[in-house]
Each structure stands twice: as structure tokens, then as C-alpha cells.
């Protein structure tokens, strides 16, 4: 479980993607001052592994369904990705609760300026954006976000500068990929009121009686 606010940046330094046994090997410093194998990181707001590490790099596997439903199949050597480790409880929630698996993608569709604050407006597959709801929360890339602004297909949200100079989202262009993942929370009730309609339903069709009894025979 995570709660969306960034520790560090930190650096793809290999990748083995298209091997048998996908993997990521990132620098980072943060992170690693209490890391133990088998811990969860948060990167770019995927929840991996840690399955070896040293004192400026650790390593995680990938699985298949991972690289098909985020967009970690993009990303390159080199290339700057948001990190978090895992809440412990007792910490204070910042943000909002993370679990670190992914809806779906989305596309930063513009980027703009307003006085201090980073605008962003990301186009979202109608799967996710069941979940965007007008200041409710959305995590993108892991960032624990506000939405400002639900239209469509899309949704904004509205950086500080401290949020646009210590993530992922300050420097990506319009046009790139965003992991994004609904509020937990919202999705529980969908589900229980989605179980409540279908016991509240008729479990049988149309039958000869029902036709009788309402004077259609």
C-alpha cells in the first residue's frame, strides 16, 4: 500500500524487458536507506518487487501482465521514474491510498501554465474514467493528484511547483503515457452496489405465467 507522494527520482539504469525473466535496474538513494529484499516499491506507481539491490541500485522483476496493462514497456535507460516505498503504518496518509495496481493507461493530451500551478489534461479510457470525479483523487505515475476537472474522455489536474520539479509529470510531454490507477475506495463501492443490482434483479427470464398475469394471455 502506498499513499502517492514521491520519495525520489530515480534512474533506469538497465533493462531486460524482452528477456525471459523481465527486470528493471534503477539508481536511487532515498529509497535504499532501509531496503530489504522482497520489499514493495512504487515505480511510476506500479507495485515490484525488490529482488536484489547495493547501496545506489536495486532490482525488480516484471511480469508480462505487468508490461501489457502500464506503461513500463516504455521506458528506456536513462529515463527518470517517480519512487516510493511502501507505507508503514503509523505514517502519516499525505495522499490518498495506493495500491500500486494499475487500471490503465492514459495520455497527457496538454500541458499549461497557470500563475504558479502546472496544468495537465489527461485523456483516460472510459474504464478509468468511471473513477474521475471532481476533486476526488486519481493516481498518476503513482502522484497522488486532485482531479480538477472531469470532460469527456479527459480529466485535469493542477501541479505545484514542488509536485512539477520532483516527478515524473514536470518533464513528460504532451502526447506521453501516464499510469493511472482510481481511487481504491471508489471502486469498493462500485462493486458492492454493482452486487446489490444484480441481487435485486430477477435471477429468471420472461415466463408464460408473467405474461399470463399481466393480461398478455
Known amino acids: 500500500m502506498f499513499t502517492g ?3 525520489e527520482l530515480g534512474v533506469i539504469q538497465g533493462l531486460e524487458l524482452d528477456s525471459s525473466n523481465p527486470a528493471l535496474a534503477i539508481n536511487a538513494q ?6 530489504k529484499i522482497g520489499d514493495s516499491i512504487s515505480v511510476n506507481g506500479v507495485c515490484l518487487t525488490v529482488i536484489s539491490f547495493d547501496s545506489s541500485l ?7 501482465e505487468t508490461l ?4 513500463l514497456y516504455e521506458l528506456k535507460r536513462g529515463d527518470r521514474v517517480n519512487l516510493e516505498r511502501a507505507l508503514a503504518l503509523g505514517d502519516r496518509l499525505g495522499g490518498h491510498l495506493v495500491s ?4 490503465g493507461v492514459g495520455t497527457i493530451r496538454k500541458k499549461n501554465r497557470e500563475s504558479n500551478a502546472l496544468v495537465i489534461e489527461i485523456n483516460a479510457p472510459p474504464e478509468i474514467m468511471k473513477y474521475a470525479v471532481p476533486k476526488g483523487s486519481m493516481a498518476v505515475d503513482g502522484i497522488s493528484l486532485t482531479i480538477v476537472q472531469v470532460k469527456g474522455d479527459s480529466f485535469t489536474v493542477s501541479l505545484i511547483p514542488h509536485t512539477a520539479e520532483n516527478t515524473t509529470l514536470g518533464f513528460k510531454a504532451a502526447g506521453s503515457q501516464v499510469n493511472l490507477e482510481g481511487d481504491m475506495i471508489g471502486k469498493y463501492v462500485e462493486n458492492f452496489m454493482s452486487a446489490r443490482r444484480k441481487e435485486d434483479s430477477p435471477s429468471r427470464g420472461l415466463t408464460m405465467n408473467d405474461l399470463a398475469d399481466n393480461g398478455f394471455l
Not at 501489457?68 to 506503461?71: A, Q, V, Y
Open 5 to 7: 507522494i514521491v520519495e
Open 30 to 35: 532515498i529509497i535504499l536507506s532501509d531496503v
Open 58 to 64: 536495486f532490482k525488480v522483476e516484471v511480469m508480462p
Open 68 to 71: 501489457r496493462n502500464t506503461g
Open 100 to 103: 500500486g495496481h494499475i487500471d
